[in-house]
C-alpha cells in the first residue's frame, strides 16, 4: 500500500516532465517510423521504373524516372550506393545508351554520388588545414 501511494506522489508531482517524455519518446518513435516509410517507398519506385523500363512501359517508367531524379538530392548516402548497385547491375557498359533510362538514372546516381564526394572533400581539407 506505501509503494502505491509513493508511486502516486511520484506521479503527482512529475506528470508534466513524464508527459513531455512520453512526447518526446512518441515523436521520436514517428519520425523514424516515415524514414522507414519513405526509403521503402523509395525503393519500390526504383523497382517499379525498372519493371516497367524492362516491360517496355516507356510513358509510366519516364515519370518514374523524372521523380527519382528530383530525389536524388535529398537521398541518404546508403540509398544512393544502394540505387547505384542496382542500376550497375543492369546497365551494359560496353554499349553506352544515351536513350536508356536506365542508363541516365544510373549516370545521373553515380554524378550526385561524386558531388557529395567533392564536397566532403573539400570540408575535411579545409578542417584538416594548419591554423
Known amino acids: 500500500m506505501l509503494a502505491y501511494l509513493t508511486a502516486m506522489q511520484f506521479l503527482r508531482r ?12 512518441f515523436s521520436d518513435v514517428m519520425v523514424l517510423r516515415q524514414f522507414i516509410a519513405n526509403e521503402s517507398a523509395h525503393f519500390e519506385r526504383r523497382e517499379d521504373f525498372i519493371l516497367l523500363h524492362d516491360m517496355g512501359k516507356d510513358v509510366p517508367a519516364a515519370r518514374l524516372y523524372q521523380r527519382l531524379i528530383q530525389e536524388l538530392p535529398n537521398l541518404s548516402e546508403a540509398t544512393l550506393v544502394s540505387d547505384f548497385e542496382r542500376t550497375g547491375m543492369l546497365v551494359d557498359s560496353a554499349k553506352l545508351g544515351k536513350d536508356d533510362l536506365v542508363w541516365k538514372y544510373y549516370v545521373s546516381v553515380k554524378n550526385e554520388m561524386r558531388q557529395r564526394s567533392e564536397r566532403r572533400l573539400v570540408g575535411a581539407l579545409q578542417e584538416a588545414a594548419p591554423q
Open 14 to 25: 512529475n506528470r508534466f516532465l513524464l508527459f513531455v517524455l512520453a512526447v518526446l519518446v
